[in-house]
Structure formats: structure tokens, C-alpha cells
């Protein structure tokens, strides 16, 4: 089976942003986890609802509803 030509060009696109922002993205992944876990490959709920509040793409009172959701 083919990857079609539109999702080669789009992980290419990931591939490319993620490299040219690869310090930023590892430094947040290694500050936010340390609150509960040593594992960098897992960021505790708390820690990923902080990291979008610092980051200014979620703000608290939001989180909290979106977290009372079923």
C-alpha cells in the first residue's frame, strides 16, 4: 500500500518543524514531567494543563471546565 503524496508532503512539514524547534520542544518535555515522574515520555495531566497555561494556549478557568466534562 502507498502513503499518498499529500501525507508524505504533511509528515515531511513535521518532520522539518519539529527539527527546527527540537531544543524549545526537548527543553519543555524535560522541565514540565519532572514535577511527578523521571520518565520523559509521559507528562502527568497537571503538568501538560501547566505547560498549555504557560504557554498561552489554554487558559485555567477553561481547562477546568473542559476537565468537568464527561
Do not use: W
Not at 508524505?8 to 527539527?19: G, P
Not at 527543553?27 to 498561552?56: I, Q, R, W
Amino acid at each position: 500500500m502507498q502513503v499518498p503524496v499529500e501525507d508524505k508532503v504533511a509528515l515531511r512539514e513535521i518532520h522539518d518543524t519539529v527539527r527546527q524547534y527540537y531544543e524549545l520542544i526537548n527543553s519543555a518535555f524535560t522541565f514540565y514531567p519532572t514535577g511527578t515522574s523521571a520518565d520523559v515520555f509521559h507528562m502527568g495531566l497537571n503538568n501538560f494543563t501547566g505547560m498549555l497555561e504557560d504557554c498561552k494556549v489554554i487558559t485555567a478557568k477553561l481547562a477546568c471546565q473542559l476537565s468537568l466534562q464527561p
